[in-house]
């Protein structure tokens, strides 16, 4: 009875599953995304650094090392083979379209390696040809060379920081996932690596394989101890599995949208169920007087909302690898990161179908009981949808709104107190409050809407009178009637709504900061960058050098980088010369005790940190701060502390560019800022340096304003991935509020009757109802917007904390849009329920009770 | 069946078959009235005799399926769906059996209704509305809402909105199905003197004996045919001719 009674009426059915099909698609969706990316990357990174038993690296995770090392691993007992590698970002340039255009610049991963062990310093396998023997000999994966038209044989050029280089391709490497987005994989000789790229006698890995299987776990420990400090021996999948846990935050964040997206398709469920008893209570009390027990009649509600769901989570999973396919799509997009093939695991699609259908039957079950409470003779005599108001008077009517109250008055406050003291590494318990936080905020707020539905409909009232006379005030009034519906509808826009202004809050806000610092501090007036954004080409200082002696420029400042890890924690240490602080602005923190020297100390071996990292670590000026090292842990004297560190985000951790060269082996620099004479001629100028970078096509000039751009372009464009998610939460919200419409609309039957009877137009009675949605979609994207607003307050202070504060920019044009949003879904989920308030057939409306 | 010149509303030959083949059921088969201006008409017979059919045509809620009505020398068939809405708005008002008050809004408003649906201006209808309200006895509960009505009040607050805007015809469904007889009483009471008062052709549907018998004239409809009527009835003749009706039936 059960299957029938959804086949008979197929557009409820359809309704119904509309909302666990975009739930458990959202769900599916973001699992299968989070899972493809996460194998994506752990792939590729396990075939680039990880393939062997174990592996050297040095303690802080990048940097370089002695290649002398080799020999005493080699020399080690129970070491099979031992491979060094050294890995270094360079570009590879090929012709451009025409004979005089610039040549397209193409990013690469190029390990130097060596000959004969070349198989074992990757986990790339050999497709064609051999791996790279002398001189100038590469070997590149298949996919970048098909694209880029190059046969093996034939002879390339590649960027490097003295230059471009031509090398004769000598191989094809297998790359797995096919083409990784563009960004190329290669190899070539060892020595000429390190000749190029300016790191002789260098080497940044070790892969080692050990003699048999059981002698891993002590050959570890004899690397550990023989290394010394500075050096580190891990297993492969240690590193893996690394990689892997920095994608558990990304995909808790996307599974935080679908968790919302499927809130609201139970409560669609729901809906559509209570609609559906109502509809069918005379057949229901007939069958309690036939006999029926209350609770055959209940599992009968139950048994349909199983099958729904089960049919809806099918769709949903189809509907989901759709949105995977999008998400994937936009995520390339998004972050220049092309992923062409989907990981659909076993896991993800019985999570969504398990979670699709018990979401449902949940959702089923106040209906369910609420049927088997039917009365024969009330079923009887009822007819089907004049029903009286709901429930009549609630007991404890102050609870909920009460409960709600305090569950926002902690979670907002604990989300500030996590914002403000523990965001340099959220992690695991930590994460998890915060996020809990958040859920309680919003579920508190869920709580409060009901008492705000009745008021807020009050402020509208005299709007949409004014605008568009009774219908207007009937249909304000109308969207009180059933405070709970229309709170839990409009609390379903609020969670999405409130996240899109939250994050653009966030977004506009570190932007914003961004900008101003840009404006404030920098006093250069270009920058040397790479053309490409994910890029991470260095220089030499033979370029640093030509740029400075062009006519015109009056100084620059070239920055290097490192990445360290220790303990858990990652900083980022810079390299700056002398002229740092003539181009970027440094403010010293007050009451910190920074001397006014302090730039000039760091000739001295001491370093400059931001505030962040000082407040973290309780560090003072004049104490030591201790950095992983290849030769093991050095310590710097702090000789100031930063207050506006904007390049290591509140953490960085300055040194003299000589320093970071002798320490990290880090010689490269990746930023060059120009500034120029006050008179110079500027066009001039630009076409030197753009001369000069003739000879380093990976490189580009920006002017300060197009820089600006360049990097909101690519904010932005990250963004775009964010709203899409949130997008899709939003577009299931507003089938919420069709639901709740057509609810309204099947409740109103007999006044949708009277009104036309009494000589209202079908346009009236339609606008009458989507008037009605437009009330309930404006007090979700109202609160919405308030609550946002607020969340990415905390959010703010949060990516601020410390010392360096990221000022709280208020995102004025997510928030007008949102409410604009707010009218048009009214008005558009109005449409449909609108149109069969109009057709009403106003006989039937009005002739029966 | 006289033909009179100011009718308010005519009907020649008015048919309704709901369904089709051997399925279809003709709940009018060929009806013609005439209701001349000024008449309070009852029109009864048992259920399925098709006289709701009959009131639903005559207030343009539902169409023929042949044959013509005419409200004030208008043609109905010809008219598209918004044209009947507006002459329901400017020349009808109905009244039902289930009072059919808009729960969320006033006595007042209810009784403004139609008018505000119009889009006038309330102030217009002010003196109207005074009037409205003392004539069904409800000066004081003016701003309650329907919940706090009583049944009758509820019928007598339905029974001025039909009347606020002076309407040519009044169309009445069973309007004291739900009433006890003292309440019902009044209520026809008032539709009569409103009738009386303001010159408007009042048609009722009802099988209660006792209501017809107010009214200038019955109609007796039975499986969709003008069986009989009679004028001024008494109660006892209604109940005599309803008698006959039932075994020739």
Known sequence: ?849 | MENGKNAAVETVDLRKIHGEGSTAVRALDGVSLSFPAGEFAAIMGQSGSGKSTLLHILGALDKPSSGTVTVGGTELSKLSDRKLTLLRRERMGFVFQFFNLIPTLSAEENILLPALISGEKVGRHARRLDEMLELVGLSARRAHRPDELSGGEQQRVAIARALIRNPDIVLADEPTGNLDSKTGSGVLDLLKESAARYGQTIIMVTHDPRAAATADRVVFLADGRVVDETRSPKHDEILERIKTLESAG
């Open chain 1, 1 to 849: 009875m059960s299957l029938r009674n959804l086949g008979s009426r197929p557009q409820r059915t359809l309704l119904t599953a509309v909302g666990i099909v975009l739930g458990v698609g959202i769900v599916f969706g973001v699992l299968t995304l989070s899972q493809t990316m996460s194998r994506t990357f752990t792939d590729l990174y396990s075939r680039a650094f990880g393939a062997a038993d174990l592996v050297v690296t040095p303690a802080g995770g990048s940097g370089t090392f002695d290649a002398d090392v080799l020999k005493e691993v080699r020399a080690t007992k129970e070491v099979e083979t031992a491979a060094p590698r050294l890995p270094v970002s360079a570009s590879l340039l090929l012709p451009g379209e025409k004979v005089q255009s610039p040549p397209e610049v193409r990013s690469m991963q190029l390990f130097g390696v060596e000959p004969k062990s070349a198989a074992l310093a990757t986990g790339f396998e050999l497709d064609k040809g051999r791996f790279p023997e002398s001189g100038q000999e590469l070997i590149l994966d298949g996919s970048t060379a098909e694209s880029a038209g190059l046969r093996v044989g034939e002879r390339v050029k590649v960027a490097t920081p003295g230059g471009s280089k031509k090398l004769r391709l000598v191989g094809l490497l297998r790359v797995p996932g096919g083409s990784f987005g563009g960004f190329g994989f290669g190899m070539a000789p060892l020595d000429y690596v390190q000749k190029q790229f300016d790191k002789k006698g260098k080497i940044s890995g070790i892969a080692v394989e050990a003699t048999s299987d059981g002698a891993v776990a002590d050959l570890r420990e004899r690397l550990e101890r023989n290394l010394g400090e500075g050096l580190q021996t891990e297993r492969s999948e240690t590193r893996t599995n690394e990689i892997n846990s920095q994608f558990q935050g990304f995909a808790i964040a996307l599974l935080f949208f679908a968790g919302t997206a499927l809130f609201v398709g139970a409560f669609l469920v729901f809906n559509a169920l209570s609609m559906t008893i109502l509809e069918r209570t005379r057949e229901l009390g007939m069958l309690r007087a036939l006999g029926s027990t209350r609770g055959m009649i209940a599992r009968s509600v139950i048994v349909e909302a199983a099958l729904l769901g089960l049919l809806g989570s099918a769709l949903g999973v189809i509907f989901g690898y759709g949105m995977a396919r999008g998400l994937v799509f936009l995520f390339g997009q998004a972050f220049l990161f092309k992923i062409t093939k989907l990981t659909i695991s076993p896991f993800a699609i019985v999570s969504a179908l398990v979670v699709g259908v018990l979401i449902t039957v949940i959702a089923a079950l106040y209906p369910a009981l609420r049927a088997g409470r039917v009365s024969p003779v009330e079923a009887m005599r009822a007819r089907s949808g004049a029903v009286a108001s709901s429930g009549g008077k609630r007991r404890l009517p102050w609870l909920a709104p009460l409960l709600g109250l305090f569950l926002v008055a902690v979670g907002a406050p604990w989300i500030y107190y996590l914002a403000k003291n523990l965001s340099e590494n959220l992690e695991g318990l930590v994460y998890a409050s915060g996020l809990a936080g958040v859920i309680g905020t919003f579920l508190g707020v869920s709580l409060i809407i009901p008492v705000l539905v009745r008021p807020l409909a009050a402020v509208f009232s005299p709007a949409l009178r004014l605008l568009f006379g009774i219908e207007g005030r009937m249909a304000a009034a109308n969207a009180t009637r059933n405070r709970g519906r229309t709170a839990l509808t409009a609390s379903a826009l609020m969670v999405g709504v409130s996240l899109v202004i939250a994050f653009s809050a966030l977004g506009g806000s570190v932007l914003g900061t961004i900008r101003s610092f840009l404006e404030d501090s920098l006093g250069g007036d270009y920058v040397v960058q790479p053309g490409e954004t994910q890029s991470e080409v260095t220089f030499s200082n033979e370029l640093v050098d030509r740029i400075g002696k062009a006519p015109g420029v009056e100084r620059t400042t070239a920055l290097a980088s490192t990445f360290l890890n220790s303990g858990g924690k990652s900083s980022l240490v810079y390299g700056v010369d002398e002229s740092y602080p003539d181009i970027f602005r440094v403010n010293y923190s007050p009451g910190s005790g920074t001397p006014e020297n302090a730039f000039s100390e760091l000739r001295n071996g001491a370093a400059l940190i931001g505030q962040q990292l000082a407040d973290s670590r309780n560090l003072k000026v004049g104490e030591k701060i201790s950095l992983p090292t290849p030769e093991g842990p050095k310590k710097y004297r702090v000789a100031g502390v930063v207050d506006n560190d904007i390049l290591g985000g509140g953490a960085g951790i300055y040194l003299s560019r000589d320093v970071l060269a002798r320490d990290f082996d880090e010689k490269e620099g990746e930023f060059l800022a120009v500034k120029a004479k006050p008179d110079a001629d500027r066009a001039a100028l630009e076409r030197d340096i753009r001369d000069i970078l003739k000879d380093y096509p990976q490189f580009t000039l920006y002017s300060n304003a197009e820089w600006k751009a360049q990097i909101e372009g690519d904010f932005n464009r990250q963004y775009v991935f964010f709203y899409a998610i949130m997008g899709v939460s939003v577009a299931v919200s507003a089938f919420g509020v069709v639901n709740t419409l057509s609810m309204s609309v099947f409740e109103r039957t007999r006044e949708i009757g009277i009104l036309r009877a009494v000589g209202a137009t079908r346009l009236q009675v339609g606008r009458l109802i989507i008037d009605e949605g437009v009330v309930i979609s404006l007090i979700g994207c109202l609160v919405g917007v308030v609550i946002g607003s607020l969340l990415g307050y905390l959010f703010v202070q949060g990516s601020g904390a410390g010392g360096f504060e990221v000022s709280f920019y208020y995102p004025k044009v997510p928030a007008v849009a949102s409410i604009f949003a707010g009218l048009l879904i009214g008005v558009f989920a109005g449409l449909l329920p609108a149109r069969s308030a109009a057709r009403t057939n106003i006989v039937e409306a009005v002739q029966y009770e």
